[in-house]
């Protein structure tokens, strides 16, 4: 049997159902444009379901996922820092369309605000060869081959039961992927931003609101007031922990699709360790993690 693939924008489901679409053609990216239409968000929080992150679990993404832990950031600044600027970092962003909500809301308060939102990845390198086109990840592994008709993935995603795209793979692995390996090295590759349209015009637009590449793990050097990174696991946020401010706010949780519960917690930097400000839901799984946690002297109070 065979596996078409989806290569068109209108075919895109406007709900993931739970599963990642390994059919989706990721070079359909560049269709979606600002402003958005709500079916359009819908279709391109899908499209990014399909993509690889840093845990493994695809880019989970899409307005409004922290409408509810904006509301209890927002009352946190303003209790915690006056009338002083802030500096806000987002880590594993996704395309960032929630860091951009964030400093939609926050951006008109006194003593300023800054949004610095990051993932690790934020592009994808496209690369045609014979007909087909290869697509990478901005490590320059390949994710999938895109033809006509077809979408191959370049690992696992193909059922036992579709044998033809079985075989295909086969041969563009050992026929195409070399060539396109090739290309990916070369500075005319094209690279296609994983970040959400409108947060690519607000960075053009305002200098206040930023978006970069970096791992959770070995983060840029940058401190911060405030940090806000979701789904991950407790562990993985040490070098990111370091970075906040004392008396700087670390904003960890759960929350991965609509139906789920918001379970997060608001944690406030005292010298060398953290303390509790307030739980939504069930709070934070790792919060002992946190709270255990012994970091080097602080960060300089916010300047900027």
Known sequence: MIQRGIVSK??????????????????LIKAFTAPLSQSDEARLSVLCR????ETGS???TYPGRFARLDDVIEREIEGNFGARPVRI?????????????LFERLKGREGGISVYATDFFDAVIVVPVAGWVVVFDAERRPIQFVGKRLVIPANGGIRRRYWFNRLLRKWLVARVLPKAVEGAQLLSSQWMSLFHPRC???AQSDSHFKLGRESILSPDDAACDVLRVMNL???DLTAACKLIA?????IVGNCFKPSDPLDATVFRRRADCFEVLRDLGAG????QTILEMRLAEPRSAATM
Request: net charge negative.
């Open 10 to 27: 209108g075919d895109i489901p406007l709900k993931a159902d739970g599963e990642r679409h390994s059919d989706i053609a990721l070079t």
């Open 50 to 53: 399909s993509l690889p992150d």
């Open 284 to 287: 934070f799984p790792g919060k």
């Open 58 to 60: 695809g880019m989970i």
């Open 200 to 202: 690519l015009a607000m």
């Open 246 to 250: 004392d008396k700087g706010l670390l």
């Open 89 to 101: 970092r987002e880590m594993a962003a996704s395309n960032a369309i929630t860091s951009l909500e």
């Open 233 to 235: 696991r407790p562990l």
